[in-house]
């Protein structure tokens, strides 16, 4: 079970990846890196690191993703 | 083109190192001995049934001390690079916040912060610690900031917060080589009883006061990210 | 009622940290009690949201009635949208409706909408005084009336001895 | 299992390298350092991991006799644990340096910083 | 005991297939707020259940089980009504099949009143 | 027994995490990927219960704990940022 869980998670983490890094507009960059994070902290989980699945989770889900969103919106702004 | 070209180069050069370190990689199936060492005499010596937070804390307390410098750095060149130099008036109508947010982030504050408090101080027990309360403490302000987009936080509470907790975390420290076996040792308190909250010596003490630097800190970079939204470019 | 409010939100987060401590050993009840009472203080002295909050043994009893109402209609409704979605014509009929409610009291209202919100089928868009713009799925009915009486009285009825 | 955790890890860094080369505008090349960051913790986590490993904290399923067969390698653990906070701390200087850089010269393109160039 | 169990998987399931019917509605439904109805709902359900399973097969984190049902059911249904709320603002095409928008007009005639009383 | 009907609900789970993710790629606006992260979200919470289940640790329910109660405010930063009001 845990094979097939980790199959799945790092398939959808490889692709949002490249999503990341291709998609023309940059708030879906921003948010393909937050399901990244996500997948990442569940696979902490399974790699049995609770801490760093936490602290994964803590961060990415909250302050990484407002600090981003913070300076795109004065990119925009500006523009 | 030539651009391009060394940019593939260097991929596939890092792929190649990758597969070779992936041909040596082989199933480990015991501990380092360093490790054996934690896991074996950890509990014994410090006192903490979570190994990582012993590691964290007490074997590798230097390392927390500088990143806990690092954070700080990054905290006040975010600040200076932020400044605010001409205050601009709000002159734009922002939409004015649902009622729904307004209420949902007065319950449920509180309700973050003390999730951010249990998390630092059951950091020996349960998993968790100083670094991962403290993000929720600043995930506490990012709740605030969202329902009130011009709600300021206080600088001076956050600067005098971030210093106590900083110098009592040295000072902790340094009774520990007072009274104990050296730097940041966590037997200046005693050690209690194994699995209950006060125990493992000064470890709950020092987490808190790294919880509390933590979440200061990114509270700080935070409010400087949000204060230069009103400026005009 | 500030007095009020801050000690029904105090108690609140002492029962928060007993549950999530899982045990009752003295030295929790210490901790919880001393940080319960620091955030409560710092965080909710000013913020008077239990204050509408009615405590005698009538209104605590129709809090229970109030919950298994809401499970109730939670099943009901998520039964309800599973068969849209999996039957092939997809039989929906969107659209935006207004209601109005007599709620007074905030967090009367929030649990209101949050209510409405979670049964499938509607959708809080907007909330404004004591009207709420609400996204239905199937919008049956002519007026604001018809409407009212489909999706908000049969919490509000709960709700308003609770909340006042 | 960690075979494929190692793959993930691997791939991760390659695609945030490449994005940091190959792409002009500064967002995304800090987008690519992120993804760069996590690919890293995957990689140092997974190397810590033994098969058959439970997480290290002694509860009444570990118990306290015989443990260092039973739990995974906390130490690997413990640095990513610290590395992750630092990795947005690094993640929010360098948006308040593209801000800065942003307000000079009204542009986000990495090619239009030319003045040191040598 | 192993009947326990067994009910508590049972109940794991009925909440993972309610997820499932919620990920299909996300595919199948014509637009966006028809998508938050059949997505975001049916998956808080969904998890709801999961969670309750795995409280019932291990009784003694039932306390812990009950705060994060209680926390998903607070703050699930005001981000739901924040996305509504933006896509609504930012006037996100709605489906063809919509019979009836009320808040438009709602919000036009506030639009209308701004202006007048600033001319 | 018990533990074969949880090994497919967590089947299932997977499968509506992989149907989400079919949503963010064929997403006719931004709006559409929030709302395929958000179900993501939702998903991966009780997919962290079964793991803790799985393993046979129940302390891993902290973390769900904390994904429960944090993980909504990315959806509600991204909703601020569309209307303009961050």
Known sequence: MNLIIIIVLSLIMVVMAVTAIIHKKLAVAVIATGVVSLMASVMYLLMAAPDVAMTEAAIGSGLSTIIFFYVLNKIRKAK | MIRNFFIIAIVAGLAAIFVTLFWNFGDSTTLTPLATHYADKGAAEVGAPNLVTSIVVTYRGFDTLGEVTILFLVASIVSFFLKREKLQKDIELKRETSEIILT?????????????????????????????????????????????????????????VESVSGISFVLVGVFGILLAGGFLDNKVLPLGTFGKIFSAGAIPLIYS???????????????????????EM | MKIKSLIISIITLFV?????????????????????????????????????????????????????????????????????????????????????????????????????????????????????????????????????NAIVSKFEKYLEVIYG | MEIIALITGFSLILIGLYGILSKRNIIKIIVGFSLFDTGLHVLIVTVGYIKGGTAPILDSVVGTTDVASKIVDPVPQAL??????????????????????????????????KDMKW | MEIIKIIGAL???????????????????????????????????????????????????????????????????????????????????????????????????????KTKISE | MANIILQIAGGIMLLSIVLSTF????????????????????????LIALISHFAGRTIYIDVAIIYGLLSFLGVIIIARYLEKSL
């Open chain 2, 104 to 160: 949902a982030s007065k319950l449920l504050v509180p309700i973050v912060m003390v999730l951010g408090v249990y998390v630092f101080i059951n950091g020996h027990l349960t998993p968790g610690g100083g670094f991962q309360g403290g993000a929720i403490i600043a995930t506490a302000f990012v709740l605030l900031l969202m329902a009130n987009p011009d709600f300021k936080i206080n600088h001076r509470i956050i600067s005098i």
């Open chain 2, 209 to 231: 006061f790294v919880g509390l630097k933590v979440g200061s800190e990114l509270s700080n970079i935070l409010s400087n990210f949000q204060g230069i939204q009103k400026e």
């Open chain 3, 16 to 148: 928060i940290w007993v549950l999530l401590n899982m045990k009752l050993s003295t030295e929790v009840l210490i901790s919880g009690a001393v940080v319960s009472v620091l955030v409560g203080l710092i965080f909710c002295y000013t913020c008077g949201i239990f204050d509408d909050l009615k405590l005698n043994p009538k209104a605590i009893g129709y809090w229970f009635l109030y919950i298994f109402v809401f499970i109730g209609e939670l099943v009901k409704s998520n039964f309800d949208v599973a068969r849209r979605v999996v039957s092939p014509k997809l039989p929906i009929n969107p659209g935006f409706v207004e209601v109005k409610t007599k709620l007074k009291s905030k967090l009367g209202r929030m649990i209101l909408t949050n209510s409405i919100t979670l049964t499938p089928g509607t959708l809080t868009v907007e909330l404004k005084d004591d009207t709420i713009f609400i996204h239905w799925i199937d919008v049956k009915g002519e007026n604001m009336e018809e409407h009212t």
């Open chain 4, 80 to 113: 990513v644990l610290t590395a992750i906070v630092i990795g947005l701390g690094v993640t929010a200087l360098m948006l308040a340096y593209a801000l800065k850089m942003y307000q000079a010269k009204k542009s986000l393109d990495i090619s239009d910083f």
């Open chain 5, 11 to 113: 109940i794991t399931l009925l909440g993972s297939v309610f997820l499932l019917l919620g990920s299909i509605g996300l595919i199948r439904m014509p637009d966006v707020f028809t998508r938050i109805q059949t997505g975001t709902k049916a998956s808080t359900l969904g998890t709801l259940l999961s969670l309750l399973g795995i409280g019932i097969i291990y009784f003694d984190i039932a306390g812990k089980i009950f705060l994060l049902i209680v926390f998903i059911l607070i703050t699930n249904p005001v981000s739901s009504h924040m996305l509504a709320r933006a896509a609504h603002y930012i006037g996100v095409k709605k489906a063809d099949v919509t019979v009836v928008d009320e808040l438009e007009d709602f919000e036009n005639e506030k639009l209308n009143n």
């Open chain 6, 23 to 46: 949503r963010f790629f064929k997403a006719g606006s931004l709006v559409d990927r929030v709302v395929a992260f958000d179900v993501m979200t939702v998903a991966s919470i009780s």
